[in-house]
């Protein structure tokens, strides 16, 4: 149910002078990326930031991705080192998060690290995110735009759906184009950490900067919770056929599909269909399968999605 109590509005200039006034006032906006919504808060504002963490119900040892135009911006707040700077030079702007180390001098909120001497930062390149970022002139933290621990929202209603009431403003683009979260990359010393799977395949970064380790501790990765993008519903992974009372997720051939990811078997299709079509199922059914999905390219991000939406919660 759209709720009556958040304007939403579309990204044309009227909407984003609206959007970057609310930003600036310290407000909530909902923002359109490549990936999935944001929750947008200037993230020089302590209270502002605060704001996410409540309205999301965010656990606060959970830190935010901080949003800016490009690496000239970045530079501001955090320190880059020659692999990290390749990394921000080839894929910003765009769906890779480069997790480094902050300057004494950021303006940057501490909140938005959560306790941690690292900032994530991410150059959209969504025309609209862009835009906004340029018209409010200030980085903005802008985790995804749906309550802690549920289903990532990858349209406007999604948004509505899950923090209408909760938010100042929802700017509206569209369904976000690749619909799964940016990689997250960090760093221990100089040896790159794979800390996210997303929207980046790992073969395209380990083509650049060598192997991608994985995080050693939860300090290196404190949103990674087993539990995370869930329906209500329950949801069996790697299902073959369908048991009763299930629904199937499809994927490629599988034969009584309720919703596809992608009867074609392509993975960016199923990466932009993924959470959207959860949430759809999740309207009515109870039990969810889904297909196995191959878990090569972005279909690692996709696994990793599903198998932490099945976890125990
Ligand atoms: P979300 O914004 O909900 O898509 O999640 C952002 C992801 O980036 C979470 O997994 C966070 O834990 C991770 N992240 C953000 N900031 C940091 C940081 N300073 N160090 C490590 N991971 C981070
Ligand atoms: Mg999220």
Do not use: E
């Given at each position: 149910m759209m709720d009556v109590l958040t304007k939403t509005a579309p990204a044309d200039a009227a909407g984003l002078g609206e959007a970057a006034r609310i930003l600036q006032a310290g407000g909530l906006v909902a923002f359109p990326t490549e990936t999935v919504y944001g929750l947008g808060?200037?993230?020089?504002n302590g209270q502002a930031v605060a704001a996410i963490f409540a309205a999301k119900g965010r656990p606060l040892f959970n830190p935010l991705i901080v949003h800016v135009e490009g690496l000239e911006q970045a530079r501001r707040h955090v320190e880059f080192s020659p692999r990290a700077q390749a990394l921000a030079e080839k894929f910003w702007p765009g769906p890779l998060t480069l997790v480094l180390p902050r300057r004494k001098?950021?303006?940057?909120?501490l909140l938005v690290s959560a306790g941690l001497d690292t900032v994530a930062m991410r150059a959209p390149s969504h025309p609209a995110a862009q835009a906004l970022l340029k018209a409010v002139g200030r980085p903005v933290a802008g985790p995804s735009a749906n309550i802690s621990g549920q289903v990532t929202a990858t349209t406007a209603s999604h948004v509505a759906d899950s923090l209408g009431g909760k938010v100042d403003f929802i700017l509206d683009a569209g369904s976000a184009t690749l619909g799964i979260e940016s990689t997250v990359i960090g760093f221990d010393g100089d040896r790159p950490l794979l800390l996210r799977p997303g929207a980046v395949p790992r073969e395209e970064i380990e083509d650049l900067i060598g192997p991608l380790g994985r995080p050693g501790s939860l300090i290196q990765?404190?949103?990674?919770?087993?539990?995370?993008?869930?329906?209500?519903a329950a949801l069996r992974l790697n299902a073959g056929e369908i048991e009763s009372g299930e629904v199937l997720l499809g994927f490629g051939d599988a034969v009584g599909a309720k919703l596809n990811l992608s009867p074609g078997g392509d993975l960016r299709e199923a990466a932009a269909n993924l959470f959207a079509m959860l949430r759809a199922l999740d309207k009515t059914a109870t039990s969810i399968a889904v297909s196995p999905i191959p878990d090569t390219g972005i279909g690692e991000a996709i696994n990793d999605r599903l198998r932490r939406a099945a976890a125990p919660r």
């Open positions: 808060a200037d993230a020089t001098d950021t303006p940057l909120s990765s404190p949103g990674m919770m087993a539990s995370h993008y869930a329906p209500r």
